[in-house]
């Protein structure tokens, strides 16, 4: 087998054989029943193959199709004449017609189906510029979003184009995100969107899986950028270098995102004045499975600049620590502190209490609540108590337990993070029960890949100045 697939990769300009003392970010890998596939530095990308000839085939072909992805994502400007122009490329989700923009880079994205993005194109200047849209997928298959325009949509002065607008019904609805058939669902993995922006028609089509066969006739014809979009196409050689100085200028706005393959998690409809939490794209994708820290958290100051916003001069501040645990099993824990007669500008006596003495797995979490205190009303933790046998905190809890069991970790990060959000939800809910109005002071997530946020940290937010601190402990 090992001599018939190095023949076949020898066939292809674009594939050549790893030094042996090469890191190769594709392998062919062989599994336990002999069948062959392919995977990447996240994980398989296909279900592997018989190992026949077909089996073979189909593995230098993904191979290919890896290799012309690499190629495309490299692709920049043109390299003597680079497009000087004033399109804005803008992109994010589509939710009940509304936008929900993300940035160029970093985004994550949820391949269910309430899951719908749309991707503006539109010119400032004053020239008119062709833009094409193509998808580098999650499994490396290229595809053109313009296709209705293979030379490029464009685009006059002042005029823009939303991919994703529904022209027959007049409005937003934007184009759902889909997982591709055989990619393992193990993992979140990256997908990139190319705009190209020419100031001339530049066909593209070329690219797209099904023009791939018939295009060998055009490799001396067209602009240097067409040529250059040809030869990856139909991987003509082995490197792929730069277009030569053409008439047609271009440039290339990559989109970069990741998604996963899971639904997102359940959200916090709680609020806080300030909310330091990473965005969700770094807590989902970070590194799992870390060695455990026992930490200790503590409130080391907190002064109530105007109590105006309480009403009462009887204030309770409530703090829930949450975190991973030893099995994945979410391990949180609720502390009450009592404050009479607070007048503006007092510093409140906590004297360091400490909130939180325990283990720490894969995060830490932290919400923070000021409230009225009413005369006999329970402390957060017996509240929760009470609470946990509701069906909504029951069902959160026995989904993390049972994916840490069977699920990927994309699946169980996402499990915890919802179950995080019940949480939340919940102590939130309670306080404003028994408490009234409650102020959302502050929120955070502190990572294991940032030692938990081990130090002293000082943050204001509005009419109040908060310290904590979290201490690594023996």
Same mark, same amino acid.
């Given at each position: 087998?090992?001599?018939?697939?190095?023949?076949?990769?020898?066939?292809?300009?674009?594939?050549?054989?790893?030094?042996?003392?090469?890191?190769?970010?594709?392998?062919?890998?062989?599994?336990?029943?002999?069948?062959?596939?392919?995977?990447?530095?996240?994980?398989?990308?296909?279900?592997?193959?018989?190992?026949?000839?077909?089996?073979?085939?189909?593995v230098v072909a993904n191979l290919q199709r890896i290799a012309q992805a690499t190629a495309l994502r490299r692709l920049a400007g043109g390299p003597d004449r680079s497009l000087l122009h004033a399109a804005k490329i803008e992109w994010g989700r589509v939710r009940d017609g509304r936008e929900e923009p993300l940035p160029?880079?970093?985004?994550?994205?949820?391949?269910?189906?309430?899951?719908?993005?749309?991707?503006?194109?539109?010119?400032?200047?004053?020239?008119?510029?062709?833009?094409?849209?193509?998808?580098?997928?999650?499994?490396?298959?290229?595809?053109?979003?313009?296709?209705?325009?293979?030379?490029?949509?464009?685009?006059?002065?002042?005029?823009?184009?939303?991919?994703?607008?529904?022209?027959?019904?007049?409005?937003?609805?934007?184009?759902?995100?889909?997982?591709?058939?055989?990619?393992?669902?193990?993992?979140?993995?990256?997908?990139?969107?190319?705009?190209?922006?020419?100031?001339?028609?530049?066909?593209?089509?070329?690219?797209?899986?099904?023009?791939?066969?018939?295009?060998?006739?055009?490799?001396?014809t067209g602009s240097g950028l067409a040529r250059l979009l040809a030869q990856i196409a139909t991987g003509a050689s082995r490197d792929v270098g730069d277009a030569p100085t053409t008439r047609v200028r271009y440039a290339v706005r990559p989109i970069d995102f990741t998604v996963s393959?899971?639904?997102?998690?359940?959200?916090?409809?709680?609020?806080?004045?300030?909310?330091?939490?990473?965005?969700?794209?770094?807590?989902?994708?970070?590194?799992?499975?870390?060695?455990?820290?026992?930490?200790?958290?503590?409130?080391?100051?907190?002064?109530?600049?105007?109590?105006?916003?309480?009403?009462?001069?009887?204030?309770?501040?409530?703090?829930?620590?949450?975190?991973?645990?030893?099995?994945?099993?979410?391990?949180?824990?609720?502390?009450?502190?009592?404050?009479?007669?607070?007048?503006?500008?007092?510093?409140?006596?906590?004297?360091?209490?400490?909130?939180?003495?325990?283990?720490?797995?894969?995060?830490?979490?932290?919400?923070?609540?000021?409230?009225?205190?009413?005369?006999?009303?329970?402390? =957060?933790?017996?509240?929760?108590? *009470?609470? $946990? /046998?509701?069906? #909504?905190?029951?069902?959160? %809890?026995?989904?993390?337990?049972? !994916?840490?069991?069977?699920?990927?970790?994309?699946?169980?990060?996402?499990?915890?993070?919802?179950?995080?959000?019940? =949480?939340?939800?919940?102590?939130? *809910?309670? $306080? /404003?029960?028994? #408490?009234?109005?409650?102020? %959302?002071?502050?929120?955070?997530? !502190?990572?294991?890949?940032?030692?938990?946020?081990?130090?002293?940290?000082?943050?204001?937010?509005?009419?109040?100045?908060?310290?904590?601190?979290?201490? *690594?402990?023996?």
């Open positions: 087998m090992s001599a018939e697939l190095a023949h076949a990769i020898a066939l292809r300009p674009m594939l050549r054989p790893a030094a042996p003392d090469t890191h190769a970010a594709v392998t062919v890998t062989v599994d336990e029943q002999g069948r062959v596939g392919v995977r990447d530095e996240v994980g398989p990308l296909h279900a592997p193959y018989p190992a026949t000839s077909a089996g073979i085939s189909s160029l880079s970093g985004g994550l994205l949820f391949a269910y189906p309430d899951e719908r993005i749309y991707i503006r194109m539109s010119n400032g200047g004053d020239r008119p510029v062709f833009v094409s849209l193509i998808d580098i997928g999650i499994s490396s298959r290229v595809a053109l979003l313009t296709h209705s325009d293979p030379g490029g949509i464009r685009l006059a002065p002042g005029e823009h184009h939303t991919y994703g607008w529904n022209e027959d019904r007049q409005r937003l609805t934007g184009v759902e995100v889909a997982w591709p058939d055989g990619v393992d669902t193990g993992v979140p993995r990256p997908e990139t969107v190319l705009a190209l922006v020419s100031d001339g028609p530049v066909d593209v089509s070329v690219l797209h899986q099904q023009g791939v066969r018939d295009v060998g006739h055009r490799l001396g393959p899971t639904p997102p998690p359940a959200g916090e409809r709680a609020t806080f004045l300030l909310d330091d939490r990473p965005a969700q794209s770094v807590r989902l994708l970070s590194p799992g499975g870390a060695t455990p820290a026992t930490v200790a958290v503590r409130i080391a100051d907190l002064v109530v600049h105007r109590n105006r916003a309480l009403g009462s001069a009887d204030i309770r501040v409530d703090a829930v620590v949450l975190t991973g645990g030893s099995d994945h099993q979410p391990v949180y824990r609720a502390e009450t502190m009592r404050f009479s007669r607070v007048h503006d500008g007092e510093r409140l006596p906590l004297d360091n209490v400490l909130i939180y003495h325990g283990p720490a797995v894969d995060f830490l979490d932290l919400a923070v609540w000021v409230s009225r205190d009413a005369t006999g009303s329970l402390a =957060l933790s017996a509240l929760l108590e *009470e609470k $946990l /046998t509701s069906p #909504a905190v029951q069902a959160a %809890g026995a989904q993390v337990a049972g !994916l840490a069991l069977t699920a990927p970790h994309a699946a169980v990060a996402v499990a915890l993070v919802g179950a995080g959000a019940v =949480l939340v939800n919940t102590a939130y *809910e309670l $306080l /404003t029960g028994v #408490a009234g109005p409650s102020i %959302g002071l502050y929120r955070t997530s !502190l990572l294991a890949q940032e030692q938990f946020g081990v130090g002293r940290h000082e943050r204001h937010p509005q009419d109040f100045s908060f310290t904590f601190s979290v201490d *690594e402990v023996a």
